[in-house]
């Protein structure tokens, strides 16, 4: 028992050192490009040999940067009040059909998820070519929702499985409508995961730059684009900056929905 318990303590051990090295892995690339944002240089090192905000002013102060940044926040937006209702009415009417219709259904709902970014990007271009969407907001917007769909279903699928809908015929038999059915039975007990699955569509067309390459121009640039043609012509601290600018923005939201996570854990 004893040589049980002392092998128990060293597999432990060596899972949180494995985990910790992982860990630094994973946040080395974070740490590295932080302390570049604040270089006074005009070329990338590490480390710095003097410390200056010059880049975020740089940032802050390009009207082309910040048209960037205001049309990926409003694409996140859009793309997570589009892409979560979708996806709960999709998993609803799954989990409702049943059978090998609702299977495939779930596999079509999945597929933007195992192809190929490039190829997805490629398809989108040519279809929204043929709508004259190509370069506009809409069909930027278009190519966020299908990727984000995959990501919300992901989420949403388990949840409404696991949800008791003999609840929802009670109600129903009570005399409950079914939008008052939706809004006090169903919905509240789902917020947990359409939280979650609205922060994770919000996320995924945040980071988004491949569809954008494509489909993306001018006034709909997003902010990881014009990030990846700056890398092309020129580098310098300023893609640091916003790199760091970008990872606090992420922190900043997932740490405010972490509350309304929590309130509706505790419901």
């Excluded at 604040?38 to 940032?59: C, M, Q």
């Excluded at 043929?130 to 907001?137: A, D, F, Q």
């Excluded at 300023?238 to 760091?244: D, N, P």
């Amino acid at each position: 028992m004893l040589d049980a318990y002392y092998g128990s303590r060293l597999i432990k051990s060596v899972l949180w050192v494995f985990s910790a090295l992982v860990l630094v892995f994973l946040m080395l690339p974070t740490l590295i490009v932080v302390p570049l944002s604040f270089s006074a240089s005009d070329l990338l090192e590490f480390p710095p040999r003097a410390w200056s905000f010059r880049w975020y002013e740089t940032f802050f102060s390009s009207p082309g940067w910040m048209a960037a940044l205001r049309t990926s926040l409003l694409l996140g937006v859009l793309t997570a009040a589009i892409a979560v209702p979708t996806s709960f009415l999709a998993c609803f009417a799954i989990n409702r059909f049943g059978g090998r219709s609702a299977r495939m259904i779930y596999g079509f709902l999945l597929s933007p998820s195992v192809t190929p970014g490039i190829l997805l990007a490629i398809g989108l271009f040519f279809i929204l070519a043929k709508l004259g969407l190509v370069g506009t907001l809409t069909g930027v917007l278009i190519g966020h929702v299908v990727l984000a769909i995959p990501v919300a279903v992901i989420v949403l699928y388990p949840a409404i499985n696991r949800f008791d809908w003999a609840q929802a015929q009670a109600a129903r038999s009570l005399g409950a409508g079914w939008f008052r059915t939706m809004g006090g039975i169903i919905l509240p007990q789902l917020g947990l995961s359409l939280t979650t699955a609205a922060l994770m569509a919000f996320l995924t067309s945040l980071d988004e730059a491949v569809i954008s390459i494509f489909v993306a121009n001018g006034p709909s640039s997003t902010l990881p684009k014009l990030m990846f043609m700056s890398l092309r012509d020129q580098i310098d601290p300023t893609i640091a900056a916003i790199s760091t600018f970008w990872t606090l923005l992420i922190s900043v939201v997932l740490l405010f929905f972490q509350p309304a996570r929590t309130r509706t854990r505790e419901r």
